[in-house]
């Protein structure tokens, strides 16, 4: 495993996804952290912001430059103004907003 450079966008996903492990998951959601927690931003999530709102958002997470990664979260705080940040990765398993906004009630 050899990378030439070391981008913005796979350091954010790893912090994402030890925050979420150590945290959000532990404390369902509950915790201080938990509110300002955004989700693993990764390839499916993009494509499907994509599709969903017709975006160009670039979907090569792992090569982000720190302004690119925050245009994304620019985007969904835009986006989903009323859904705590990492509830958004229920867009990877639904297939339109009202979907959205009643299992961020659920979970």
Same mark, same amino acid.
């Given at each position: *495993?050899?990378?030439?450079? *070391?981008? *913005?966008? &796979?350091a954010?996903?790893?912090? #994402?996804?030890?925050?979420?492990?150590?945290?959000v998951?532990?404390?369902?959601? &509950?915790?201080?952290? #938990?509110?300002?927690?955004?989700?693993p931003?990764?390839?499916?999530?993009?494509?499907?912001?994509?599709?969903?709102?017709?975006?160009?958002?670039?979907?090569?997470? #792992?090569?982000?430059?720190?302004?690119q990664?925050?245009?994304?979260?620019?985007?969904?705080?835009?986006?989903?103004?009323f859904?705590?940040?990492?509830?958004?990765?229920?867009?990877?398993?639904? #297939?339109?907003?009202?979907?959205?906004?009643?299992?961020a009630?659920?979970?």
């Amino acid at each position: *495993f050899k990378l030439k450079t *070391f981008e *913005f966008g &796979l350091a954010a996903k790893i912090i #994402s996804i030890y925050i979420k492990t150590v945290e959000v998951i532990p404390t369902h959601g &509950l915790s201080l952290l #938990s509110n300002i927690a955004y989700p693993p931003i990764g390839g499916i999530l993009l494509k499907v912001l994509n599709s969903k709102h017709k975006l160009k958002l670039k979907v090569n997470w #792992s090569t982000f430059t720190w302004e690119q990664y925050a245009d994304v979260i620019d985007g969904l705080n835009r986006l989903y103004p009323f859904i705590l940040r990492w509830k958004i990765e229920i867009l990877w398993k639904i #297939s339109n907003e009202e979907e959205i906004i009643m299992a961020a009630e659920i979970v």
